[in-house]
T-cell receptor
């Protein structure tokens, strides 16, 4: 399983764009990249998933360079409610026997 | 139901007692995961079911922990001879097929062993 490395914490202000980068140097050909968000006292929630280049949904964008050794989650115009822990995961998209492994995540704090 | 349901939401038990934690996944989801989360840590993988069988139980910390999913739907995590170190939030998640598909998490069961 590819190991991920991401910053322990980040701070930003309301209205700013926040970019959280995750390193996954030994990502495998079949691995895809997924980000989850977790609020206190809740289970993690899926945000976005991608394999290469750029993926965008109503919540965030995911940028993946050609070598796929890193990825960046981009949150546009954050608000106080975006304060949460964000987890970057990599896993085999074709193996139904693979478990989903979480790292320590990035604790994002948004200030007024 | 609309989402993954876990019961009870809170459980306080005495050291040495047996506990069962229940997870009702989203209907039709074949994959089911159990995690344990301590304060300030990411969810720690325990076990993964694909249908009725445990596809991967490598995360179970010792033989006091056991999980079943007899009909491929509801799952029960069982902990024998509980210890204070077992105190944590136990999270359950389900997904349509497993890896590659979005996992939906329940709110968790907060287990406190006194």
């Amino acid at each position: 399983l590819a190991k991920t490395t991401q910053p322990i914490s980040m701070d930003s202000y309301e209205g700013q764009e926040v970019n959280i980068t995750c390193s996954h140097n030994n990502i495998a050909t079949n691995d895809y990249i997924t980000w989850y968000q977790q609020f206190p006292s809740q289970g993690p929630r899926f945000i976005i998933q991608g394999y290469k280049t750029k993926v965008t949904n109503e919540v965030a964008s995911l940028f993946i360079p050609a070598d796929r050794k890193s990825s960046t989650l981009s949150l546009p115009r954050v608000s106080l409610s975006d304060t949460a822990v964000y987890y970057c995961l990599v896993g085999d998209m074709y193996s139904s026997a693979s478990k989903i492994i979480f790292g320590s995540g990035t604790r994002l704090s948004i200030r007024p | 139901g609309a989402g993954v349901s876990q019961t009870p939401s809170n459980k306080v038990t005495e050291k040495g007692k047996y506990v069962e934690l229940r997870c009702d996944p989203i209907s039709g989801h074949t994959a089911l995961y159990w995690y344990r989360q301590s304060l300030g840590q990411g969810p720690e993988f325990l076990i993964y079911f694909q249908g009725t069988g445990a596809a991967d139980d490598s995360g179970l910390p010792n033989d006091r922990f056991f999980a079943v999913r007899p009909e491929g739907s509801v799952s029960t995590l069982k902990i024998q001879r509980t210890e204070r170190g077992d105190s944590a939030v136990y999270l359950c998640a389900s997904s349509l097929k497993g890896q590659g598909t979005e996992a939906f998490f329940g709110q968790g069961t907060r287990l406190t062993v006194v």
